[in-house]
C-alpha cells in the first residue's frame, strides 16, 4: 500500500485562525479522502478530492470552511478556516477507494486542538 | 438508525480467548465491507476486508450474512497485542469509493 505523510503531526491553534494540513502520497493515485474523527468518535468523510475537478463534500461540511486543493497526484491540502473549540479533532487523509474492493490506506493524521 | 452500528464495547477478556464482534448496517445495497484497527492516537490501519464466502487471515476470520445485513470478526487464541479499537466500515453502490465506519468496538486483552 501506499506511503502517506500528513504535515503538521498536530497543532494547538487559537479561535479565529485558519489552518492547513498537507497530506503527501508517496505514489499518484486518483482519488485522495479527508475524514475527521472527533474525540471518542469515529471518522467521518468530509470531502473527496481527485485531481482536477472540485472536491465533493459531504452533508454538514461546505467548502469555505474547509477549503481542499488538490494540485496533482500525490498531493493535497485541507484547510479548516476561522477555526473553533468545536473544529478540535483528528483530521486525516486516505487514499484508494477504487478498483476491485475499494480499500482505504490512511496516513497519521493530524491533531487539532482549537483554543 | 445508523447506517453502521458496532457495539462499543469494551470487551475484556483473558489472554488466549476467543472473541467475536458483530457490525450491523442499514443500507442493502453495501457493496463492500470492511474491518480496521485502531490503536489509541493512531491511525486505522485495515485489517481484512470481507468476502462474501468469508475470509481468513491467521488467527482473524471475518464473515459477511447479507441476508441479515451483518459482518462479524473472529480472533482466535487472542493476543495482548490485539487490544484495539476495531471498526467495521461498508461502502455502497451508488458510491462505492465512500466508507461509512461504524463507531467502533474496544477490546482489551488482559495477561
Known amino acids: 500500500s501506499a506511503v502517506i505523510s500528513q504535515k503538521p503531526s498536530r497543532d494547538i491553534c487559537q479561535r479565529g485562525t485558519s489552518l492547513t494540513i498537507q497530506c503527501q502520497v508517496d505514489?499518484?493515485?486518483?482519488?485522495m479522502f479527508w475524514y475527521r474523527q472527533q474525540p471518542g468518535q469515529s471518522l467521518t468523510l468530509i470531502a473527496t478530492?481527485?485531481?482536477?475537478?472540485?472536491?465533493?463534500?459531504e452533508s454538514g461540511f461546505v467548502i469555505d470552511k474547509f477549503p481542499i486543493s488538490r494540485p496533482n497526484l500525490t498531493f493535497s491540502t485541507l484547510t479548516v478556516s476561522n477555526m473553533s473549540p468545536e473544529d478540535s479533532s483528528i483530521y486525516l487523509c486516505?487514499?484508494?477507494?477504487?478498483?476491485?474492493?475499494?480499500?482505504?490506506?490512511f496516513g497519521p493524521g493530524t491533531r487539532l486542538t482549537v483554543t | 438508525r445508523k447506517e453502521v452500528e458496532q457495539d462499543p464495547g469494551p470487551f475484556n477478556v483473558p489472554e488466549g480467548a476467543t472473541v467475536a464482534f458483530n457490525c450491523t448496517y442499514s443500507n442493502s445495497a453495501s457493496q463492500s465491507f470492511f474491518w480496521y484497527r485502531q490503536d489509541c492516537r493512531k491511525e486505522p490501519k485495515l485489517l481484512m476486508s470481507?468476502?462474501?464466502s468469508g475470509n481468513e487471515d491467521g488467527r482473524f476470520t471475518a464473515q459477511l450474512n447479507r441476508a441479515s445485513q451483518y459482518i462479524s470478526l473472529l480472533i482466535r487464541d487472542s493476543k495482548l497485542s490485539d487490544s484495539a479499537t476495531y471498526l467495521c466500515a461498508v461502502t455502497l453502490y451508488s458510491s462505492a469509493s465512500k466508507i461509512i465506519f461504524g463507531s467502533g468496538t474496544r477490546l482489551s486483552i488482559r495477561p
Open positions: 486516505s487514499v484508494g477507494g477504487e478498483g476491485i474492493s475499494y480499500e482505504q490506506y
Open positions: 470481507v468476502y462474501s
Open positions: 505514489s499518484q493515485v486518483t482519488m
Open positions: 478530492a481527485n485531481q482536477g475537478s472540485e472536491a465533493t463534500y
